[in-house]
């Protein structure tokens, strides 16, 4: 039993660590954004962009996904998609994030 509890300990820990470097990460994105004065624009969801990566809203993430808002909000709640919150009420999703969700998930079909 003693052990059951370390192994999960330790992966808790590791989960925490990989969040805490994703945050970390974001919050990078969202200096560098509010330095240059950039917003996120919207876009259309077959679009592409050199950078390879944007910022999507919710209705383009529900768009592309073809689900709805609980199906979103659960999603993220869920820990499969991670929203970039910039403000009280802006949330926008990694467009690169968004496709290596669609990637996984055909992978398991």
């Known amino acids: 039993m003693e052990t059951v509890v370390k192994l999960a300990i330790e992966r808790m820990s590791e989960e925490i660590e990989k969040l805490k470097a994703q945050t970390r990460e974001q919050q990078q994105r969202i200096s560098q954004l509010e330095k240059t004065?950039?917003?996120a624009t919207p876009v259309e969801a077959n679009s592409s962009k050199k950078n390879g990566d944007?910022?999507?809203t919710n209705e383009q993430v529900k768009q592309i996904l073809s689900i709805g808002k609980n199906s979103l909000i659960k999603l993220v709640q869920n820990g499969e998609l991670v929203a970039i919150r910039l403000n009280k009420r802006a949330v926008r999703f990694s467009r690169a994030a968004i496709m290596e969700y669609i990637e996984k998930k055909q992978g398991s079909h």
């Open 37 to 39: 004065g950039n917003r």
């Open 54 to 56: 944007e910022l999507l």
